[in-house]
Structures are given as C-alpha cells and as structure tokens.
C-alpha cells in the first residue's frame, strides 16, 4: 500500500514558475517510478513527467521539456516538479502517481497508485 499527497499548487502569473510537492508513505520500497500528469477540463489525463526511483532517470513530455524539471528526495520519499515558464494552456489538476512493484505467488506485477491532484492555474 502506497499513499501519496501533492502539495504546492496555486495560482499563478503566465510566465511564471510554481513547484509541486508529492510525499509517498507506506510500502514506499516497492515503488518503481513516479510521475506526474495532469488533467485540464474537458481534456483527457495527460503525462508530464516520470522518474525512475532506483537511478533519477528522468522522462519529459515534449511539450514541457527545457522547463519543467522533476527531481527525488529519497531520505524524504518525496518527489518535485520545478515548472518554469508556465503557460495559461497548462492550467489543470496535476497528479502524481507511483508504480508500484508487486510480487504475487511467484509472479510480479506492477500497479499504479495516484494522489488526490492539485489545482494549477495560469493566468494570461
């Protein structure tokens, strides 16, 4: 079982630049990657951006690379989303999601466990 809270969303200024917080507890060890995606209204869920726990390996959609930077704080067991240079299209909530490795009789499995999201809004 994995929990996990996002935190750091707010409202802010095109151009402007906000950090997300997401704090995973629980079987935490057992986590894969983590990620983040996001969801305008009306919009399908989209992917942002992903990290591989064990090695920082680090994956951008393209439409954020150069200015959006996910990192890890392992000792924490939290991990952050630097936007920079935000755009009023990026407004949504963003969640932060963590894949989960599961050993079931012999058999291993993966399953995603997602927070409750965080309202991000950029004005023009």
């Known amino acids: 079982q994995v929990q996990l809270v996002e935190s750091g969303g707010g409202l802010v200024q095109a151009g402007g630049s906000l950090r997300l917080s997401c704090a995973a507890s629980?079987?935490?060890?057992?986590?894969?990657?983590m990620a983040w995606f996001r969801q305008a209204p009306g919009k399908e869920r989209e992917f942002v951006a992903r990290?591989?726990?064990?090695?920082?390996?680090?994956h951008y959609a393209d439409s954020v690379k150069g200015r959006f930077t996910i990192s890890r704080d392992v000792a924490k067991n939290t991990v952050s989303l630097q936007m920079n240079s935000l755009k009023p299209e990026e407004t949504a909530v963003y969640y932060c999601?963590?894949?989960?490795?599961?050993?079931?009789?012999?058999?291993?499995?993966?399953?995603?466990?997602w927070g409750q999201g965080t309202q991000v809004t950029v004005s023009s």
């Open positions: 999601r963590a894949a989960v490795r599961l050993l079931v009789s012999r058999a291993e499995y993966e399953y995603d466990y």
């Open positions: 629980g079987r935490t060890f057992s986590i894969l990657t």
């Open positions: 990290i591989t726990c064990s090695d920082g390996m680090t």
